[in-house]
């Protein structure tokens, strides 16, 4: 079904752009002269983290492609002796690193799955990648679930945010540390482990076209070059390991001393100088990371129309609703204290397919859920953690996700959303359950 009626992810996006716009206006009472406002006005609110993307991607898969990484996960990638055994072992390290960090485990786990497709014979890579990107279902209960996150860190931003339903800050131990969470987080690896393993055809060997394995590392640098001034230079292990060493120093003093967060731009600084370090010279850094940047150009591409889609959803016309407040309405007006969590994570969950962001959803839910579950005395916590999930599970079948995975795996969105529908009936199942159970 997928590979028949999935098209191409800019396809997808282009194809939401123009639903979210005929819905705003009979849902918004919007004219269409002001929906192409909101969606132009958004059109550029993407763009640093966009960036940010593109260097996850490409540094990430830098970093992959030094001899010395690769020697590690070729080892590890020796470990299971079965395509099952292989489908199970890359679900779990790519969830637990997701778990850890969304950034760092996106790349790991497609890296780790590339690898093993390129030893076993046998195994599915299609399945083998879909199960890499699977993990990342868990990643906003994580440690760096961007709502949770913003829920513990004080100021006058978090009253703003939340139209002064939260005055103080909620703690980690109350989201993402909460044991009701933490049980959620483990049935749902189990369950999309078992389900990945079970998708693995039982009988006939899987073809997997041998160019998608080929390594994605640029040559190393010369064995013999004319020892110029500015030879020595680009063969000069000193201007590799220099800026490596200051961007260690200025993480040791942002996240050790200066109280910082380990956000997306500590992992790329990690990216960046572990690879320098591995790669050895500037020059073999600056070839390695060109063949890896080709990878980033749908992620380029499509941000800007994900960023004019959450304009459109976002956007106030000269009626004062926007389509976020709408759908955020119609989940409170049909709720009680018991489903509101429940009701929260299905909202987040079907906005999340039109604004595929953690800030997003802050921005669109905050001041509304958070409100109404004070009313109801639900706990902020438990709403907080709701709208997280919510965000994560339909990124099973929205590419907006996939896009750095997809790029170093060489593969479409189509073949792998199938086996992510899967992943998503199975997570959606337990995070449902769980959300009832934690709210009783």
Known sequence: MVQRWLPEPFVFAILLTFVAAVLAMPICHQTPLEVVEHWGG???????????????????????????????????????????????????????????????????????????????????????IASAYSGFVVWHAGLSGSIPLTMATPGESLAQATNGALTAPVPVAQTILDPHNLVMVLLVIVGITVANSLMHPKQGAVTVDPSLLDDDAAAGTDQHYDKTPAQRLEHSRLLAWLPALLLATYLVLHLGFGGGSFDLGS??????????????????????????????SGIILQFPFYAGIMGIITGVGASGISMGTVLADGCIRISNPVTYP?????????????????GGHWAIQAPIMF??????????????????????????????????????????????????????????????????????
């Open 42 to 128: 958004g059109v550029w609110n993407l763009l640093a983290f966009a960036m940010q993307m593109a260097l996850v991607l490409v540094c990430g898969s830098t970093l992959a492609s030094a001899p010395a990484v690769k020697r590690v996960v070729t080892a590890l990638a020796r470990l299971p002796k079965s395509p099952a055994a292989a489908i199970a072992l890359v679900t779990v390290v790519s969830a637990l690193a997701c778990w850890l960090n969304w950034g760092f485990g996106l790349i790991v786990g497609v890296v780790f799955a590339k690898e093993i497709a390129r030893q076993m014979r046998g195994v599915d890579y299609r399945l083998l």
């Open 267 to 296: 992992v790329i600084m990690i990216f960046l100088a572990l690879g320098l370090m591995l790669h050895g010279t500037p020059l073999a850094y600056v070839r390695a990371f060109g063949k890896a940047a080709s990878g980033a």
């Open 342 to 358: 429940l009701l929260t994570f299905l909202c987040a969950a079907l906005l999340n397919l039109f604004v595929p962001s953690g």
């Open 371 to 440: 409100t109404a579950g004070a009313d109801l005395g639900v706990d902020p916590g438990l709403t907080g953690i709701a709208i997280a999930w919510g965000d994560a599970w339909t990124n099973l079948i929205q590419p907006f996700w996939a896009l750095p995975a997809l790029a170093i795996a060489r593969l479409s969105a189509k073949d792998i959303m199938g086996y992510c529908l899967i992943d998503l009936l199975v997570s959606g199942i337990v995070v449902c359950a769980g959300l009832l159970v934690w709210a009783m």
